[in-house]
Structure formats: structure tokens, C-alpha cells
């Protein structure tokens, strides 16, 4: 039954039992709920089948009522096989299912980021414990994993001076380190504090180390199961894209504009019901093509390096080929088209920037130019004529008025 439901495979005893209870008639049909299951029993056995929702509701029929259909088994037995049968399924398909080794890397993945946010957790609270006796240390040593060592090795800061961290800081750093010692600042603190501060940092080491074999193991299961995927966006993205998904052939079935915003479903709904921009990238941001590229050109090269991604997505979903040379392919495409677009915005002067510049022919055009002084004064120029013509007039008025005068006096 697991393997018939399952597989859709045709074992020996069912095909013995089908040959015994279905007669060879061309007129008769063998209702099945599996229609793989059904081209399969056709092939073998020539014998027509038929599957639609009217055999799907008869099956349902049949499996509530099989306790009055099957006489002289007890109530028991029958919830027994029902349990056994479940079980088998359940186990075969796990036992065959492709996607369990998904599993695998939706674990690993969500464990790094949890040992992420304990580190830093761990290291903020060893700096600041520590910082009351040593507070100048931190900022000497700003590399959290070489901040714990060498509290660990030396504890008190008084000890610094007679103690030899060479192996684990370099010479210069280190004779900081001793001469801020002699003068620190620090409050007196007990061993006993000194003991819980060194058992803290012997915690942050060994899940440092943890967390370095992890990705280690991160990095070979994604070259395993989605190497042209891990080309493509790297290990941990690709594993985000996986876990975010569900598995690698749920991720396959997105198209490549769900694959784009894959983890900004938030920041989506929300532009998309205050009517504003949706948001152009998601997980895939974080890869290190549309790092590289300038603020200008990140939306254009997430969409191309998200269609780029669906296609390897899909090849290592269901192809047989477990190459990687499709995403090496693909990759070099996606960096040819950043390099285009930075280009081309250096080039581009004027116009539709579709062109290069031209460059004309070189002619030296030397004209002499005069001083235009009618920009000096805002006040309206008057034309010379116009003036000696006003003068006139007056002149001429005035002479009348005289003439007039001395007429009407004699």
C-alpha cells in the first residue's frame, strides 16, 4: 500500500489481487483515488480506470463506513490497522521524501542566527562586567573574540604587566595594553568576580567555535543540495531563501518577483495599503552583487539577480545535473549588466546617454567684443536727438510768451 500510494508503483501482491477481482471486461471500470496510481494499473494490467470527484466522495464514503462494509472484525483491530497504516505512510514518505534534506539547512540556519544574537548578548555583557575594572581595554581591543581570550588568560588587569599575550594580540596593541593598565582607571573588583567574568568569555569562546563549524557545515550542505543557488547569492542568503520558503521546491514554485521580495512582506503590505512605493528587494538585498552596485542601480540588478536566482532555484530543484556551472553562467551575466550601468552613468553627459560623446573637430573662433555699458544704469537712455529737439521746443515757447508779453503791455 505505501509503496502503490506513495511511488504510484505496481507491487506484485496488488497486481495479483487486481487480476483476481476485476474481470477483463472492456466495459467495466476500476474507480482508484490515486490517478498516478490509476495510468500505472492501465499500463501493466490494460484495464481502464477512472478518477473524479464522484470517486474521491466514494472513497471518503467507503473509509467512514468500513467497519458495517467489513463483517466479522472487531472494532479494535480495525482502529489498529487504521493506526498502522498511518504510521507506514507517514514513515515511508519520510523515509523518501526529497525535501528532508531541507531540514537540514532550515535548522542550520536558524541555529546561526540564534548563537548571532547570543554572542552579541554574551560579548555586551562580558565588555560591560569587565569595563568596571578595565574600561580602557575595550577600547584598545575593538575584536569581541580577541577581547575575551585575553581576559581569559590574564584576569586581573594587574596581572598584564608580568603576563605574555603576544599569541593573541600583536606587539604594538599589546604594549597599549600594559601601559593603560598601570594607569586605568578601574575600580578594585574581587577574584571571585574575576572567576565569573572568565567562565563568561570561556562560554563566548567555545560558541564562537561552535558557531564557525556550524557555518562550516552550513556551507558544504548548500554546495550539496543548491550549489548553483549558493553561487549565485552565497550560502547564508541562499539558506534565508530556503528557510523562508518552507523547503527548495516550495522556493522553486515562487516566480521571481516573490522571490525578490522575500522577507519584505511586511514593508509590501504595508506601502501597498498606504498606496506608496512597494519596496524593491527583500532577502536578496543582502547578497554580494547588489552590495557592490551604487544606490542608483540596487533595484535594477535585485530584479535581474532575482530572475537569475528563480532559474537556479529551479535547476537545482528538479534537475538531475548537480553542477554548478548554470549559476557561474548566470552570475557572470548579472555582473556584465552592473558593469553596463555603471558605465554608462559615467559616460553619460547629455541627451538620452544611449550614444558616447562625440568629439568635433577643434576651430578657433576669436571675436572681439565690446562693453555694452547700457547694463550699468537702471535708468532709461535717452537718444541724444530727442534731447537737443526738447530744448529746442522750450526755446521756442519761451520766445512766444516774451512776443505776447510786450504786446499786451504797449
Excluded at 507517514?90 to 521524501?97: E, I, N, P, Q, T
Excluded at 603576544?166 to 598601570?182: F, G, N, R
Excluded at 563549524?213 to 552550513?218: A, G, N, V
Amino acid at each position: 500500500a505505501s509503496t502503490a500510494l506513495v511511488e504510484g508503483k505496481l507491487s506484485k501482491n496488488l497486481k495479483k489481487i487486481l487480476k483476481k477481482i476485476v474481470a477483463k471486461d472492456a466495459h467495466e471500470q476500476l474507480a482508484v483515488a490515486d490517478a498516478k496510481l490509476g495510468g500505472v494499473i492501465k499500463d501493466k494490467l490494460n484495464l481502464s480506470c477512472i478518477h473524479s470527484p464522484m470517486v474521491t466522495e466514494l472513497m471518503r464514503g467507503i473509509r467512514s463506513q468500513i467497519e458495517g462494509l467489513i463483517t466479522g472484525l472487531p472494532s479494535r483491530e480495525m482502529a489498529a490497522m487504521c493506526l498502522g497504516l498511518a504510521h507506514s505512510l507517514s514513515r515511508y514518505k519520510l523515509k523518501f521524501s526529497p525535501d528532508k534534506v531541507d531540514t537540514m539547512i532550515i535548522q542550520a540556519i536558524s541555529l546561526l542566527d540564534d548563537l548571532d544574537k547570543e554572542l552579541n548578548n554574551y560579548i555586551m555583557r562580558c565588555r560591560e562586567w569587565y569595563g568596571w575594572h578595565f574600561p580602557e581595554l575595550g577600547k584598545i581591543i575593538t575584536d569581541n573574540l580577541t577581547y575575551c581570550k585575553c581576559v581569559r588568560k590574564v584576569g586581573d588587569r594587574t596581572n598584564f604587566a608580568s603576563s605574555d599575550v603576544s599569541d593573541i594580540l600583536p606587539e604594538e596593541i599589546e604594549e597599549d595594553v600594559k601601559a593603560a593598565a598601570e594607569i586605568s582607571m578601574g575600580t578594585e573588583v574581587s577574584e571571585e568576580d574575576i572567576n565569573n567574568i572568565i567562565h563568561l568569555c570561556d562560554q563566548v569562546i567555545e560558541i564562537s567555535e561552535y558557531r564557525t563549524q556550524l557555518y562550516d557545515y552550513l556551507k558544504n550542505r548548500m554546495m550539496a543540495i543548491a550549489p548553483n543557488l549558493t553561487v549565485m547569492v552565497g550560502e547564508l542568503v541562499g539558506a534565508r531563501l530556503i528557510a523562508h520558503a518552507g523547503s527548495l521546491l516550495n522556493l522553486a514554485k515562487h516566480p521571481a518577483s516573490t522571490v525578490q521580495l522575500l522577507g519584505a512582506e511586511k514593508a509590501l503590505f504595508r506601502a501597498l495599503k498606504t498606496k506608496r512605493d512597494t519596496p524593491k528587494f527583500g532577502l536578496i538585498y543582502h547578497a554580494s552583487l547588489v552590495g557592490q552596485t551604487n544606490t542608483k542601480n540596487k533595484g535594477k540588478i535585485s530584479r535581474m539577480l532575482a530572475a537569475k536566482t528563480a532559474l537556479t532555484i529551479r535547476y537545482d530543484a528538479l534537475g538531475e545535473d548537480t553542477s554548478a556551472e548554470m549559476g557561474a553562467e548566470n552570475r557572470l551575466k548579472v555582473e556584465t549588466r552592473m558593469r553596463h550601468l555603471e558605465e554608462r552613468g559615467i559616460r553619460r553627459i547629455s541627451g538620452t546617454g544611449k550614444a558616447l560623446a562625440r568629439t568635433d573637430k577643434y576651430q578657433n573662433k576669436s571675436e572681439i567684443k565690446i562693453f555694452d555699458p547700457s547694463g550699468d544704469s537702471t535708468i532709461p537712455a535717452v537718444s541724444k536727438k530727442r534731447k537737443i529737439q526738447e530744448v529746442e521746443e522750450q526755446d521756442a515757447e519761451v520766445t512766444v510768451k516774451a512776443k505776447k508779453f510786450k504786446a499786451e503791455m504797449k
